[in-house]
């Protein structure tokens, strides 16, 4: 455990920051999105991310579609338990969202690492981050994550259907593409938790069909203007290498402090695109600044068709072709959503619910149905 404090902490981090911040600038892969004749992500933001492993696309989501999803998220954060596990709020109140199957919150104490240097998720964070001493109530813990964003708001279920959004997954990895999972990573200012070095991919490392996008990939549509200081940070080219050895990479650098990582800082609407097998990783943010990042993951059809369950998905869960259907079933009750929501937006054609949209109607009994509880059927690998 560091004694550094963390004012120490976020001097040491500027020139790291500074330096990251020039090294992004050099790599072309940040702007507004565009789309081909076809209706497929340009060709030259494809390029930029299978050269990089990742792109920040500038003001994706309107401020309309913003505010209402920091509403969103400002409700869950002020109704989150007190601790992992219990069940009222600071607040005195029932906690939200104990109605579902898997916790809805994950809390760690401030600034800490709660993944890196342990087994947990299948162990690919090898390394722990410097956690800064926080100088504050040391009994209250932070919100980390949230899980199920399309059932624990609204707004986040609208959002999964985003044309915009549904188009670029289309383009990077087929149109019968398919769901993974969706996490609100949070980083509030001055005691966001980090997240060590790490490559998401577990299951395709030794795949005679390993590439470099069979792992997927994750959105990440961030809610607040997220800094350096606070972001997630990359290493560019990474998804290329093959599984690092992120423990050798670390101890020749001296430090967590990768020599060629940059930072994926943005503003709100914008939206970041990460290759799964990019190693990447974020510091503890000691800063002034907010993250909430909200993640949504997709995959090729074909890496998760026939595979079997990782990370936080029990090890036995087969990936056949009626777990996909069913899981890629949100999509469908998500466009509807949006549709009903934005009449006028052009609604996103998702090719393997073609023929079904009417079955897949945004309603009470649907929701019920198809939504609730969804996150059961997620499709790690």
Known sequence: MSTISAAEYNQTQQSYVDD??????????????????????????CDAYWRTGFYV???????????????????????????????????????????????????????????????KLNGRHPTQMTQPTFEGPTSEKVVFAMTGMCQIMDAGLRLYGHPALLAIAASINGDDFVPYTEVVFVKQPGVGGSVSWHQDGVTHWNSPDWDEGIHGFNLQVQLYD?????????????????????????AETGSERLAEA?????????????????????FANTSKDQRVSLTIGFHRKASVLGACGSLATAADAHYDEQRIHERSQVIGIAIDARAQRYPDEQRFVYQPLVGREAELRFTPDNWQKVVKDYNLKDLAI
């Open 262 to 282: 940059v930072p994926l800082y943005a503003k709100a609407g914008d939206v970041t695109i990460v290759n799964r097998q990019a190693l990447h990783g974020s």
């Open 57 to 119: 696309f500038e003001n994706l989501v309107d401020d309309d579609e913003i505010r209402l999803l920091q509403d969103n998220a400002q409700m869950l954060l002020d109704r989150a338990p007190t601790d992992n596990g219990a069940i009222t709020d600071r607040h005195g109140r029932p906690a939200f969202g104990q109605e579902f199957a898997i916790p809805v919150y994950s809390l760690i104490r401030p600034l800490s690492d709660p993944w890196g240097g342990t087994d």
């Open 20 to 45: 990251g911040i020039k090294r992004a600038a050099t790599l072309a892969n940040r702007g507004p999105i565009k789309f081909e004749q076809d209706g497929t992500l340009a060709q030259e933001i």
């Open 226 to 250: 997220t800094s350096a200081h606070s972001c997630l940070w990359v290493v560019p080219g990474s998804h290329k290498q093959g599984r690092i050895d992120i423990k050798k990479l670390v």
